[in-house]
């Protein structure tokens, strides 16, 4: 059951009640007898589970899987140290 948090408009006297959802909200106040009202409190969420990433909640658009190549590309780096490695190996000499 959730805790409702009420104030007097009157005297500004706070407190909390216990009360179920299909209960009506409490009318006056116990101190001074004054109209109250309900507090909106922000509500504090936690997220379990192994993994809460935006991707995790949104579908892929087609647009993503058709620009996205089958195949990964190779960074440039790698491109050029693999050209480096070819351009210092000595070449093979026929007798």
Do not use: N
């Not at 209960?23 to 009202?37: Q, S, T, W």
């Amino acid at each position: 059951m959730p805790t409702y948090t009420y104030r007097c408009d009157t005297c500004g006297h706070g407190f909390e009640a216990v009360q179920r959802f299909a209960d009506e909200p409490l009318k006056e106040c116990p101190e001074c007898g004054a109209p109250i009202r309900r507090v909106i409190q922000p509500v504090g969420v936690v997220f379990k589970g192994s993994g809460w990433y935006i991707t995790d909640s949104r579908p892929k658009s087609s647009s993503d899987s058709a620009e996205s190549p089958s195949k990964p590309e190779t960074s440039e780096k790698a491109i050029k140290s693999d050209t480096a490695k070819a351009d210092k190996t000595p070449a093979k000499v026929a007798d």
